[in-house]
Nanobody
Framework: QVQLVESGGGLVQPGGSLRLSCAAR????????MGWYRQAPGKQRELVAT???????NYADAVKDRFAISRDNPKNTVYLEISNLKPEDTALYYC??????????WGKGTLVTVSS
């Protein structure tokens, strides 16, 4: 059984910063790609950023100048540094991991609210 534990969300003013974390726990041999997605109210879930096991990065155009994804392989953890937050970044942020056996797992989400 694999669980993803997300943290770091919260209420922040426009222009502020946050650091999201997602730690994978359980029976894990190896993790492939790790990523962050988000779902704003009334919208579909969308890709934010992904990072491969070899640290290849991929970002959505809307965030690539403000968000930074990273991972710590020994800790099975992926991070998302978010800066210069905008109200349109308000969403539930989910992490996702792809395991070596082909299975994908999702976290339950951490809420980021950007408001003055």
């Amino acid at each position: 059984q694999v669980q993803l534990v997300e943290s770091g969300g919260g209420l922040v003013q426009p222009g502020g910063s946050l650091r999201l974390s997602c730690a994978a726990r359980g029976s894990i041999d190896s993790i492939g790609a790790m990523g962050w997605y988000r779902q704003a109210p009334g919208k579909q879930r969308e890709l934010v950023a992904t990072i491969s096991r070899g640290y290849r990065l991929n970002y959505a155009d809307a965030v690539k100048d403000r968000f930074a994804i990273s991972r710590d392989n020994p800790k099975n953890t992926v991070y998302l540094e978010i800066s210069n937050l905008k109200p349109e970044d308000t969403a539930l942020y989910y992490c996702k991991i792809d395991l070596g056996d082909g299975m994908a797992y999702w976290g339950k989400g951490t809420l980021v609210t950007v408001s003055s």
